[in-house]
């Protein structure tokens, strides 16, 4: 999840969903945020307060998160500037390969359920087309930045580090944390903390009441962000970032030129090879879970 959350077009919310973690990971932020939690913790009850709370789970994820955004920020970074096509291609598989996957987990599809899945395809579609915008770098831009990019990073298909750089924050964030620059990183986690809790209260009635018409919305997000993570694309315009860096704000997803003096193009063919390897993953992992899945349902397991 996190390594997907460093990307600017892929969310850590398909990673939940194709890690089969998502609902428990709502589940368990929205905890956070109800009384049965806070009523303890605001008396310094705080063993009472981590009973009610799936705390280990958590902060497993939580730690995660962070030490892949701290070891891979610069290396994705780099390959972001370098290796584009690759990075793109890679997460292009895992992301086509989550939509097939999750949309399986909806037995029998309606009319309305395909509507549903329709909005999110939409949604999302226009979304990953808008343009980036030029935005200060107060203290309460930066919290408001984080609240919303952190709604954005648990949907599935719509990347908080895309929302970041549509904010204009994206490079501003990913410096930072290159840097150890504290206070940055410090109101976009607080406006990040804030806003998960906020929007898992909505997202765990949404699952607990409409539990099919959710997975289909979500399925058409994930699906509408395809047009994101196509891999080759051209700049139809940029601005330049505080280093002199280009960062594009408008692009065209292209098809790539497939031969080159008479031979096939070997970046096309590295990235078919990463697309499919990002297809398996998902593909192996969903395997890993169903005959997990099947283990644990043996008796005496």
């Not at 939580?62 to 291609?89: D, M």
């Amino acid at each position: 999840m996190g390594a997907a959350d460093v990307v600017p077009g892929v969310s850590g919310g398909t990673m939940a969903f194709i890690l089969g973690i998502y609902e428990e990971l709502i589940d368990a932020i929205r905890m956070v945020g109800r009384p049965q939690f806070l009523r303890p913790l605001s008396r310094l009850r705080i063993a009472e307060a981590l009973a009610v709370l799936n705390w280990k789970f958590l902060l497993s994820v939580a730690a995660g998160i962070g030490l892949a955004i701290l070891t891979l920020a610069q290396l994705l970074e780099w390959l972001l500037v370098n290796r584009p096509v690759f990075v793109w291609s890679f997460f292009f598989g895992l992301v086509l390969a989550s939509v097939i996957t999750v949309a399986k987990r909806i037995a029998r599809w309606s009319v309305p359920l395909v509507l549903s899945l329709l909005a999110g395809l939409v949604f999302a579609y226009i979304l990953v087309g808008l343009v980036p915008l030029q935005t200060p770098d107060a203290w309460w831009f930066l919290f408001f930045s984080g609240a919303v990019a952190i709604c954005a990073m648990i949907l599935p298909g719509i990347s908080g580090a895309f929302v970041l750089l549509l904010l204009g924050k994206y490079q501003y964030i990913l410096g930072a944390v290159n840097q150890r620059d504290i206070a940055p990183v410090f109101w976009v986690g607080l406006g990040a903390s804030i806003g998960i809790v906020t929007f898992a209260q909505f997202l765990g009635w949404l699952f607990r009441n409409y539990h099919d018409l959710t997975v289909a919305m979500l399925t058409g997000l994930m699906l509408g962000s395809l047009r994101k993570v196509w891999p080759w694309k051209v700049d139809l315009a940029w601005v330049l970032d505080r280093h002199g860096a280009r960062l594009p704000t408008v692009q065209r997803n292209i098809l790539p030129d497939l031969v080159d003096n008479g031979s096939v193009r070997m970046e096309v063919v590295a990235a078919i090879l990463l697309a499919t390897a990002g297809f398996a993953v998902v593909v192996l992992l969903e395997w890993w879970a169903s005959r997990k899945g099947k283990e644990d349902l043996r008796p005496g397991t």
